[in-house]
């Protein structure tokens, strides 16, 4: 950090006599005390356990100062009502400090994909940093913005949301000039109730624009009654402003046109969602004047977050659509949309395993027996269920498939162990087929896949 002792104590409004401690440079700021190096400010934050109680150990490992909820002795520590409001206080100040533009990246849906587009268009031109892993809640943006290099220009934010509010805090932390929402869908139904709470929680990304920030939202209706009314709005979809064209879907490729620059575009990813994805990171390459040239490399060689969509091979050799870290219907939809479409391999047949949704809420079961519509016995062989609330779309899916081709395990809650469907698994799946898992991270498909690769 481009930052000393007593200015974080004054941008926080510290409650102690900070001057009685040297004003030391400040390396880096942590809540963790076990990655406190020589040089760092400590955060206690308080969760399971107090960070107050580790305090001592971020000193012996090298902390020059902390933050403190009560008087310290002996320690040169910024004394606060609320560590977790300094540290975000501390974060909205950094960003008018370096003077860094900001985009910020939510949605139910591609959020994390887009960002990573975006960041990789920027870093052709600009000195661009951006939200590592999931780091998009109330921790993980001001860590992100905090940890910043210093010569950083560009900075891509990926903000989340679990409950109405939390995206107004995080952009009026951020303070984005440009904005994007990506799809207003199901994801934490189960907190929001509606997809009309989600589509407002979402579109609070705009709530510390200023007027002349760009807001860049689907042409989904959801949405509008949420749009400022002096800010610039950009919409994207077919019929709006933004439109991909002349789409062409691969196994692990896609190629594409859009109004957005004059040329086809490749991406090294499959999803025809991944097209519109960087289709709106183009257009945010274009607002911050990056080169035709340099938007198309950067999409051709993109690398993208690890446990998103990706392809991958078993030991026997037949290939894993691998969707395992996150899940809701829309986004179940999509992959099984692409999954059907891709031409089977020679000699091979499409399987599905399909898991759990969680916290879709009261509509669950009825939002999972929807997948019946993308789901084409005419297509995929093999459908495996893995779950609870998914029980009842796979005795839907019995009556459209041949028999025998329809399987449902339910998960150990207790342990978690998934030996039969493994099991299964294996005795279905031929070393020219192609397989895709798709389902939300708490149902561990994760360890499916690894297997899979392993043996």
């Keep these: 950090m481009k930052l000393s002792l007593h200015e974080v104590a004054k941008a926080v409004g510290a409650k102690n006599q900070i001057s009685e401690f040297d004003d030391v440079p400040l390396s880096q700021i942590e809540f963790d005390s076990r990655k406190i190096q020589a040089g760092d400010l400590f955060l206690p934050l308080k969760g399971v356990r107090d960070g107050h109680d580790f305090i001592t150990t971020a000193f012996e490992n090298g902390a020059v100062a902390t933050f403190s909820e009560k008087e ?42 887009t960002k990573d587009m975006i960041a990789a268009i920027l870093a052709t031109t600009y000195k661009t940093y951006k939200t590592q892993g999931n780091y998009n809640n109330e921790i993980g943006l001001p860590y992100t913005v905090l940890h910043m290099p210093e010569d950083t220009e560009k900075i891509v934010l990926e903000m989340g949301q679990d409950h109405l509010g939390d995206i107004h805090l995080l952009s009026e932390i951020a303070k984005p000039h440009i904005a994007v929402v990506t799809l207003i869908g199901e994801a934490h139904l189960e907190f929001f109730g509606s997809r009309e709470k989600i589509a407002q929680g979402k579109m609070q990304i705009v709530d510390g624009m200023d007027s002349d920030g760009i807001l ?86 993109i690398e993208l977050t690890r446990n998103r969509t990706e392809w991958k091979k078993a030991a026997n050799g037949a290939d894993i659509l691998s969707d395992v870290y996150n899940a809701n219907p829309t986004a179940m939809k999509l992959i099984l949309e692409t999954f059907s479409a891709i031409p089977n391999n020679e000699g091979g047949k499409k399987i599905a395993v399909l898991a759990d949704m969680k916290e879709l809420g009261e509509a669950s079961v009825n939002l999972h027996n929807q997948m ?22 796979s005795q839907l899916a019995s009556q459209m498939f041949p028999i025998g081709k329809v399987y449902f395990f339910k998960k150990n809650e207790e342990e978690d162990r998934f030996d039969d469907l493994l099991s299964q698994i294996r005795e279905v799946l031929g070393e020219h087929d192609q397989i895709l898992l798709k389902g939300s991270n708490s149902m561990n498909l994760s360890a499916i896949v690894d297997a899979l690769v392993e043996n």
């Design 216 to 301: 860049i939202v689907p042409g989904d209706s959801i949405v509008d009654p949420y749009l400022p009314e002096n800010q610039m709005v950009i919409r994207f979809g077919d019929g709006q402003e933004l439109m991909v064209t002349e789409l062409e879907e691969r196994k692990d490729s896609l190629t594409f046109r859009t109004n957005v620059i004059d040329r086809q575009l490749t991406l090294p990813v499959p999803g025809k969602y991944n097209a519109t994805n960087a289709m709106v990171a183009s257009y945010v390459g274009k607002l911050l004047a990056v080169s035709d040239d340099d938007i198309a490399d950067a999409l051709e060689n």
């Design 72 to 113: 310290l002795a002996g320690v040169p520590y910024i004394w606060v009502d609320d560590s977790l409001k300094a540290f975000q206080d501390l974060a909205a100040y950094y960003i008018e400090k370096m003077r860094v533009d900001v985009v910020a990246v939510t949605g139910s849906n591609g959020k994390t994909t």
């Design 372 to 393: 019946i519509m993308s789901l084409r016995p005419d297509v995929i062989d093999t459908l495996i269920c893995y779950g609870k609330d998914i029980q009842d779309l």
